[in-house]
T-cell receptor, first 112, second 115 residues
């Protein structure tokens, strides 16, 4: 079974608009961490945001926020005020114990 | 900011050659990882290390080997490259974040093409 599911292979958003990238996860471990990474066309992976399973508040980092719905096992990334430089591949990942598992990614394209 | 370096950035070689992909980090991180990623696909963990002289195989079976003789250096070696090894290889290191959860810092990757 897929541990991390990203159902949107590609998304388009207009500059300055907000966009939500979906991520659902599957785990029976009560203690886990959720991450979002950005991968531009240059290939490097850039850490964006982290949410712990016991965190009461949704994580925020600048224009990035994580909409954590524990009962639904979802951890959607919200990017506010999209910029052209946000065009990239976005990966959701989950850490259980020593293992970090990535989803298949969502390709985001920001348009003028 | 993270200081983790991979060389070469691109490599095109013939079948049967022995190659080593280099990865170095200057942050003093104990934990280092190698991921393999095909175009448009998710990352798969192939090797990891929790410190000097410690190496483990990851989730995805790989014919490559790794070594960790120094904290800062985690090279990956293919003894005899084949076209099926064509992929992007990403190196990462991590620092503890809120206890057991870690933030990974990634290198720029090595795009390997085996002809």
């Amino acid at each position: 079974a897929q541990k991390i599911t990203q159902t949107q292979p590609g998304m388009f958003v207009q500059e300055k608009e907000a966009v939500t990238l979906d991520c659902t996860y599957d785990t029976s471990d009560p203690s886990y961490g959720l991450f979002w990474y950005k991968q531009p066309s240059s290939g490097e992976m850039i850490f964006l945001i982290y949410q712990g399973s016991y965190d009461q508040q949704n994580a925020t980092e600048g224009r990035y926020s994580l909409n954590f719905q524990k009962a639904r096992k979802s951890a959607n990334l919200v990017i506010s005020a999209s910029q052209l430089g946000d065009s990239a591949m976005y990966f959701c990942a989950m850490k259980e114990g020593n293992k970090l598992t990535f989803g298949t990614g969502t390709q985001l394209k920001v348009e003028l | 900011e993270a200081d983790i370096y991979q060389t070469p950035r691109y490599l095109v070689i013939g079948t049967g050659k022995k190659i080593t992909l280099e990865c170095s980090q200057t942050m003093g991180h104990d934990k280092m990882y190698w991921y393999q990623q095909d175009p448009g696909m998710e990352l798969h963990l192939i090797h990891y290390s929790y410190g000097v002289n410690s190496t483990e195989k990851g989730d995805l079976s790989s014919e490559s080997t790794v070594s960790r003789i120094r904290t800062e250096h985690f090279p990956l070696t293919l003894e005899s490259a084949r076209p099926s090894h064509t992929s992007q290889y990403l190196c990462a290191s991590s620092v503890g974040l809120k206890g057991r959860y870690e933030k990974l810092f990634f290198g720029s990757g090595t795009q390997l093409s085996v002809l």
